[in-house]
């Protein structure tokens, strides 16, 4: 049985990993913890009563290392870098849901996080887990960047063309819409009720930091540096992402031919899913799971490919992704406490 | 032409009142401030641009003597009486959107908002604003308490039972759903978007704050004490408020003569709209109006009645009725800028 | 392993019951039928791709008995009476989640659903399955009668005041709102989107079928009859339901006394969760789950009390009360599936 | 006083109408007309009670031609088309909401509505009740088209750059987001409340029937042919769109200037504000008013263009424009009855 801790009990990632493990029949959630907020767990969230009797504490590595195995870090950016270090150097397998350690260069992380970072040793240690594409070096890492939702999305929905056809793509334009947990637990106005509902924004045009975390794995698979517009907006539901993605191609593609390589990209892929023909994809169909729905339109003149990929922000976007992540470390069905 | 001045712009009611106001061709904005926010009204709330070069300032009493004839007050409560008291020695007339001199009790106060009244002299001179009860008062008043969100539709759906038959009431239940907006601008985590948006729950269960207001003024129309029980629910929506009323009565009544008293009190009324029989009222139908829909049921066995009562919080609840208060005060058409 | 058949798919319970059983450790869903929807469960309902390849069918009762132990009806009211007579006549365990055999009377059906009972029976046989009541009945019955999502939420809310002090109980209001999946997959311009949405109303005041169900359950609770109102609210949210429970007292209680009647009498429920004092009931706090939550509130005079009851209308008020039927009736751990 | 006629009012078009017409100085609505349904207005819309005591008729042309000067048709597409003929030819101003009369080409009425345009001839007389681009024509003409909700989201955030740098733009893509009620008061699964709350999709990808109308004014305005990518997506709320539009350009340009740009093509148009430096579009901001929002964002390299513009579908996209539409016929005030 995996000794599983939660440190950042207090936000929405945090709240789903719990709802994850606690069904999770390899593992057993052995330590909570947060930044702030201590007390019984189903205080702090309600829907766990007569689920958990477990209580939160403020983080205390030594109690950490003594009562986990593997420790998810469900902090705010800017946080995980402070606990990562002490952790890995226990011995102990870390997966971390905040963007510290998923850009490879740390001045990046002054441009977009507009903060040094403090632990650019274990920077390159991480990998980033994104199990369709880095499956084989999970299952050997003991340490994980668990990818932003928007990332997940757009790489998911990108992977298949960019990894066979990199050379083929002109540019790439990613219209984001995210429900507002993708924000995370903050108390603004910006994300008060009234000023959600029957709303609709963009928000940090062309100015978002995850475009760089995109942007680095994109070229990544396509070997080299792809031109990426990000543009994300707010949606006026809880849970749940939808990107729009405009590939311009280089010479024309056919149908039949990007449908068949989608499919057999991830075919054996147990969360992603290719929709049929025809169909559209659907943020109601991905919510409160770990998958990825992806469809497909190419235009008439076979130019333009527009790709829709939908996951829930927070399963397949974090905490459902950082437990197959775990899964896939420990060698266990991948699906466990997933489907 | 009536020169209005608006204190509490940054507020939801300070914004309805804007829009209203803008509106009217008997009035003209001449003042606007605001406890803290300063600046370009169209800044403080974009979906001005285009209809106001207005700036708030602090509010500052002695302009607000020199600009206005009325000041309306949509401040906090407990603030509002920091500042009647100069208005009305200075001949402005004042319309009051707080819950500052609502209460005929100054002990009340120290109950129901936990603060000491600090302006009892004028308590005795406010006449409660609810125009199809208090219309001769209010015609005559140069200082009007404009009564609160929950009372209005309370009082609006009782006031032909109980003056009429005030006698046959055995008990009064209030269950009142309210949309987001009744909460005023507060930011706080119960009303993030998360936490509101696919949720419902009741709030200050038998404790609220407008369940004094509603007996004063019921037990006024009656002639006699009547025993109100009332609890508010929080809606996932952004305006409207619709509540269950269930009366119980001490003998039979007909149907028939129930709906021909409503009628013919409320024949008059440009804002009170009694449903036809059969016919449910929905909040959706007064969103953005000044009306009040009032619907009966009577049980089988004639001694419950069920009376249901929608308005729109800010507008016939709030911003709405203390324009309609001001159009009586100066004898212009009661419905002007609010049709 | 139980061999499961769900008949009724294309309706939001059966969609459920799908959910719920495809993760149960003990049963396999053997048979899906449905009354005129055909196809592949995964193009009824895309959510369920990739995780099962099952093929619905035109209901056939020679299908069902063959492959079918258990036989979850989730079919409109007025249809299941049709197939469960010769369900239970091949000793194919039955869970009826329609209305169709929950009132003893079978003129009752005339009176509320306006239609002859054919199967009377039967009517006999059926067990409630309200699992916190009736689970010595259930568990040794070879036919339950599903409670209904509105009874469920208003009986658990009173049972313990009522079976153990209903000679006390004066009268009772319940005052419901419900999430729109209540009305079921019907397609009708009172549950568009545009009509739902920002809205709010009450529907078949005093006159909706489910009041002679809680009537008749509330009746063999306090052994003599009690005098229910019951007035049903549309919430524009997809799941959930919400009941505000006001009981007149015949004389006073004790707070003190009322909280430690419920905690002692859901003691050792795993469904039924009494809120810590101070502590409302939300919605958020039970959708998606088989909860249900009750909170109580005593007026100052003792002499009535408020009770909210919150569940997951098509969980715990349909598809997971199903399963935790089954559960009792197959003595497997109750919560498999359901936690 | 202009006796406008609105036929078509059971739809949303013809409710927004009557409820800017009936607060219009100097129109009086005379006749309301509807293809099926018929009965008091404020039967169908019971947010019109004691508003209108109008009532809806079967459409009869005689009755059209004796009690109106203008007739505003807010009918299906395909219907319009078999009335226009005859209001015209009897000298009546017509402002046509549906699409019948946008698309100069007949044969793409085919391509796009698979239909046969049955009213050709008076095809060339349409002017395109663009104001801000067409004021000329409009002031001149008895007969408009007017213009679709995407469309005209896209026409005014494109048409200072199309118009002056026509020359400059490579490509256009429009991601569109709508409001529900752009489907019009059609009774469909698709448009239930449980099937698009919580939930967003694309639509018609690639494939919407606005494609064309945007294309032919767009290189109306370029003065070629422009390539145009059009995406549709549905929204959870009921009314308002938002178009984020990329737009690549052949050669860099200067945010100052193109900000300039449109600030100077705006200057003295009522209805559409340029968004100050740095601040987003919100729906909010537009909900309910005759407002076009539109923000531009360069790309660093200055060779992609974000611009974003919102408008409240129903309004701006309908029946605002179209009382727009009918100020300039009449030479009033442009802002009447939309401020």
Redesign the interface.
């Known amino acids: 049985m995996i000794r599983a801790g939660i440190v950042g009990i207090s936000g929405?990632g945090g709240k789903v990993l719990m709802d994850i493990l606690?069904?999770h029949r390899d593992a057993r959630i052995t330590y909570v913890a947060a930044n702030s907020t201590v007390g019984r767990v189903d205080?702090i969230w309600?829907?766990f009563?007569?689920?958990t009797d477990l209580v939160c504490a403020k983080y205390d590595q030594a109690q950490a290392v003594e009562l986990c195995d593997v420790v998810f870090l469900a902090l705010p950016h800017m946080e995980s870098m402070k606990v990562v270090g002490p952790l890995l150097k226990a011995g102990k397998k870390v997966i971390d849901l905040s963007a510290d350690y998923r850009l490879k260069k740390a001045s990046l992380y002054k441009t977009w996080y507009n903060a040094e970072h403090t632990d650019r040793r274990n920077l390159a240690k991480a990998v980033y887990g994104l199990p369709e594409i880095f499956r084989a070096r999970i299952s050997k890492s003991g340490f994980i960047a668990n990818p932003g939702c928007y990332p997940t999305a757009a790489l998911l929905g990108l992977a298949p063309l960019v990894s066979v056809h990199g050379d083929k793509v002109a540019?790439i334009?990613i219209?984001a819409?995210s429900g507002?947990?993708g924000a995370g637990?903050k108390?603004?106005?910006g994300?008060?009720?009234?000023?959600?509902?029957?709303?609709?924004?963009?928000?940090r045009?062309?100015n978002h930091q995850h475009t760089p975390e995109i942007s680095q794995f994109l070229g990544k698979m396509a070997g080299r540096d792809l031109p990426v517009?990000f543009?994300p907006?707010l949606?006026?539901?809880?849970?749940?992402i939808?990107e729009?993605i405009?590939v311009?191609l280089k010479e024309k593609m056919s149908e039949a031919k990007l449908d068949d390589l989608y499919r057999k990209f991830y075919k054996t892929e147990?969360?992603v899913?290719v929709s049929?023909k025809g169909?559209?994809?659907?943020?109601?169909?991905?919510?409160?799971?770990n998958?990825c729905?992806i469809a497909l339109?190419l235009?008439?003149d076979r130019k333009?490919l527009?790709i829709?990929s939908v996951i829930d922000n927070l399963v397949k976007g974090a905490a459902g992704q950082a437990v197959h992540n775990m899964n896939i470390m420990y060698g266990i069905d991948e699906r466990e406490g997933l489907?």
Chains 1, 2, 3, 4 share one sequence.
């Open positions: 929405f606690l069904n205080d309600p829907v009563r007569g689920r540019s334009i219209d819409k507002t947990s637990r108390v603004a106005e994300f008060m009720f009234c000023f959600v509902n029957e709303n609709f924004k963009a928000y045009v062309l517009v543009v907006h949606l006026p539901i809880n849970n749940g939808l729009t405009y311009t147990p969360f899913r049929p169909a559209q994809v659907e943020i109601r169909n991905v919510v409160d799971t998958f729905d339109t235009s008439p333009l527009v829709t489907l």
